[in-house]
């Protein structure tokens, strides 16, 4: 369920206050890591060549290393459905990923 477009609410919004917004939702299974980091690609490469954000490579390669750590948290402690929430306003990169996990996460001994 991948969404790179915005609603016409969200481009009004965007329009106003700058902020490219994007969703999508995972099932968690084979591969869906790969399409996550995809996601995340193809939202800054969306919000550079359409809202004509500067976003560099480097930016994307740590973005997508987040996204595939956030991903792999919930292959391994919270199987199941996930939501990525990708949010930019041309300076900073908010990611969001809610798991289905009753539990809330905590920090383990080193």
Known sequence: MEQLTMTSQERQEAAVTGTVRGSTGYDMTSGEIAHARAFVRD?????????????????????QLVVSELATNVCK??????????????????????????????????
């Open 77 to 110: 402690y919270a199987p199941g459905p996930c939501l990525l929430d990708l949010e930019t306003d041309g300076v900073l990169l908010d990611i969001v990923m809610w798991d289905s996990g009753p539990v809330l996460p905590a920090a383990s001994p080193a």
């Open 43 to 63: 939202f800054l490469d969306t919000a550079q060549s359409q809202r004509g954000l500067n976003v560099s490579a480097r930016a994307v390669e740590i973005a």
